[in-house]
């Protein structure tokens, strides 16, 4: 089973950027990958998806800010945040599209404070 590990999360001021790190155990090439934002006591809703053939869809949300991205040369996933906002804090996650549930990493902690 592969695994997922996630990274890049932080404090950052709104208006900043960050850079967040998924990388499979795995290879992923040809999958649908995507990430995934749980804000604090809510759901864990949809952000960004990226095909095997680098076609892309976001959230509302978070279109022109956030870009999500591959390299299957090192079977990772980057999603590029930028323009931060206070509402964009909570933990992020990467899984397949549509998500397997048996693959939920810790997520990695991105606040944006108010």
């Known amino acids: 089973q592969v695994h997922l590990v996630e990274s890049g999360g932080g404090l950052v001021q709104a208006g900043g950027s960050l850079r967040l790190s998924c990388t499979a155990s795995?290879?992923?090439?040809?999958?649908?990958m995507a990430w995934y934002h749980q804000a604090p006591g809510k759901e864990r809703d949809f952000v960004a998806a990226?095909?095997?053939?680098?076609?892309?869809n976001y959230a509302d949300s978070v279109k022109g800010r956030f870009t999500i991205s591959r390299d299957n040369a090192v079977n990772t996933v980057y999603l590029q945040m930028n323009s931060l906002k206070p509402e964009d804090t909570g933990v992020y996650y990467c899984?397949?599209?549509?998500?397997?549930?048996?693959?939920w990493g810790q997520g990695t902690q991105v606040t944006v404070p108010s």
């Open positions: 795995g290879t992923i090439e040809v999958y649908t």
């Open positions: 899984n397949w599209f549509p998500p397997r549930s048996a693959i």
């Open positions: 990226i095909a095997g053939g680098g076609g892309t």
